[in-house]
């Protein structure tokens, strides 16, 4: 027996028998004085590896820096949601690199084996990366992504049929690039992680434009694109930044209220809530035509295609603006002093004008006549009168007073009291109580009464379904 342990040992001088979690080719690098190795991993792999839970991708859910191991954000359940739906829904979206550390060695032993196979071009090596097993692996990057992919694919796993053998199907044959980093300096693993984190989030505007898999954000950017309102001049659509500033009108996500306004009213208090209510409300239209063959692309299009031939015909009528210059060299209110003067300039008075047109179109009204009556309204920042309130003489707007505007008593240097129009604030409770305030006066006239009654007040929001007690005939009061 001895001597065929030692035949055995003699055998495996040289050889290398440790056990490997798992080996591929990979580009080498190196990075001031960190290697790097990245290659590409099947989704299903990726997930075991995620899966392993005593040498597995260790992700943190807590930030102790007194602990032994290393750090991390916490982890957004939400978030994670959100990508796991996106990735259910369109699993041929390409997955972002996944960045792990992992240390040098361990208890004097190498964490991996690189074998080198050919020099590609200067810093750059082909060859064969191999990991043995035991090795703890740091997420420094994807951590969501990564927990998202393992939601996902457990979710579809071994389905035969429907959606889920689709995307099962799809998710794997899909791969999924990793870049490991060769670190075992746990402040420079933790640095590593911040500097990943740190990434500037994607303005709401440009994320709107961007993510066209959503049926809001189509209805949003397609009327931004479209509506003459926009297009009169090419800078006033913004894509880059949360605010219209200068020259520019509205963002891709003010038009994306404004548009879902009409569509859904103000049901849109989360994301996930706003693309359930538009999908709903395009299924229910599509239920409703004539053409059995009809989709809800087909919907989408026709409700685009209404919601800019009223904003035109807006355009043409109400104040501000029908005063828009019609051509960067053209006479009339450039859009910033527009946005200074008019309150609609502002989102929260754009969603106002929306809901309200909401409103018209699920009563049956005429928009058109609806147009004619908003345009009727006071929408200056300066109309306003001065009144007593408690024995305190006060400026205030004869529509919108601490909803979308609120006057400010200021005196000059001759002594002399100036009232200041300031916005009043953008948050929902403010343009929602503003849109009640134009029923209520449009109700005035018959013709527009039904957008005060309950059932209209419960499409755009403004009122529960599930209010107890004797319902009212109108809840704008």
């Not at 299009?301 to 109400?318: G, H, K, L, P």
């Not at 009464?449 to 009212?472: E, I, Y």
Request: glycine share 8%; charged share 25%.
């Amino acid at each position: 027996m001895g001597d065929s342990d030692d035949s055995i040992k003699a055998m495996l001088v040289g050889k290398d028998v440790r056990p490997t979690w798992f080996e591929t080719v990979a580009f080498r690098s190196v990075i001031g004085d960190m290697e790097a190795f990245n290659f590409m991993q099947p989704l299903p792999s990726l997930v075991d590896l995620r899966a392993r839970q005593e040498s597995g991708v260790i992700i943190r859910k807590d930030f102790d820096l007194d602990d032994e191991e290393y750090g991390n954000r916490p982890v957004d359940p939400k978030h994670v949601e959100r990508i796991a739906t996106g990735l259910y829904n369109r699993p041929d979206t390409p997955v972002q690199q996944i960045q792990l550390a992992i240390p040098e060695d361990m208890d004097g032993e190498p964490t991996f084996h690189w074998e080198r196979f050919s020099q590609l071009s200067p810093g750059v090596e082909l060859g064969k990366f191999k990991l043995y097993q035991g090795v703890p692996m740091h997420i420094e990057n994807g951590q969501h992504t990564l927990d998202a992919l393992g939601r996902t694919w457990l979710r579809v796993k071994g389905a035969t049929y429907g959606r889920d053998a689709e995307v099962q199907e799809v998710l794997s044959q899909a791969a999924a690039p990793i870049q490991i980093l060769v670190q075992n300096d746990r402040d420079e693993v933790t640095r590593l992680f911040v500097v990943a984190g740190q990434t500037k989030p994607i303005p709401a505007a440009l994320m709107t434009a961007l993510d066209q898999s959503s049926y809001a954000n189509r209805l949003g950017t397609q009327v931004g694109r479209q509506a003459r309102l926009l297009r009169d001049e090419p800078d006033r659509l913004v894509y880059l930044r949360t605010a219209a500033k200068e020259e520019t009108l509205y963002t891709t996500a003010h038009m994306r209220g404004y548009a879902t306004a009409m569509l859904i009213g103000f049901r849109d208090r989360t994301p996930d809530a706003r693309e359930t209510n538009v999908v709903r409300a395009l299924e229910a239209e599509a239920e409703a035509a004539d053409d059995n063959n009809v989709n809800l692309n087909d919907v989408l299009d026709d409700v685009v295609e209404e919601i800019v031939q009223i904003t035109d015909y807006a355009y043409d009528r109400m104040p501000g603006w029908k005063d828009l210059r019609r051509s960067p060299d053209g006479e009339g209110l450039t859009p910033k002093r527009f946005r200074s003067e008019y309150l609609h300039g502002s989102p929260a008075g754009l969603y106002v004008v929306g809901a309200v047109l909401g409103a018209a179109r699920f009563c049956g009204i005429s928009l058109e006549r609806t147009v004619d009556a908003l345009a009727e309204l006071p929408w200056e920042r300066t109309a306003g009168k001065l009144r007593k309130v408690e024995g305190v003489e006060r400026k205030i707007h004869p529509l919108f007073d601490n909803t979308l505007v609120r006057f400010e008593r200021q005196l000059a240097v001759d002594g002399d009291i100036i009232w200041t129009p300031t916005t009043a604030g953008g948050a929902r409770t403010n343009y929602e109580a503003a849109t009640a305030a134009v029923l209520k006066s449009l109700a005035k006239d018959p013709a527009f009464h039904d957008m005060t009654l309950v059932p209209a007040l419960v499409h755009l929001g403004l009122r529960s379904a599930n209010r107890r007690g004797r319902p009212r005939k109108t809840a704008v009061e």
